[in-house]
């Protein structure tokens, strides 16, 4: 049964990186695209965790860790690059 619900999870966090893909193409704006961007890595940490339930080791949740932390501070600095014109003063 919990095969099913971690196969079920996962299709649906596929396909929410198929239309996270789709708004990165598609958006009219930059933050669209940031935002996308963002909900990407986010989609991306939660394919690791239940790839890490369903193989059932620990490891998966550490990178699902590094990803986060990169991917907050990719997202700062996008942001900043676009407000200001420079990432590091």
Do not use: H, K
Request: hydrophobic share 60%; proline share 1%.
């Amino acid at each position: 049964m919990i095969e099913m619900a971690l196969f079920f999870a996962a299709s649906c966090y596929g396909l929410a990186l198929i239309l996270d893909l789709w708004r990165i193409a598609q958006g009219p704006t930059s933050a669209d695209r940031i935002l996308a961007l963002d909900t990407m890595v986010i989609n991306v940490i939660a394919l690791l965790v239940l790839y890490g339930i369903w193989r059932g080791t620990a490891i998966y949740f550490e990178a699902a860790m590094l990803i986060a932390m990169v991917g907050f501070v990719s997202t700062v600095a996008y942001c900043r690059y676009l407000l200001r014109g420079n990432i590091i003063e």
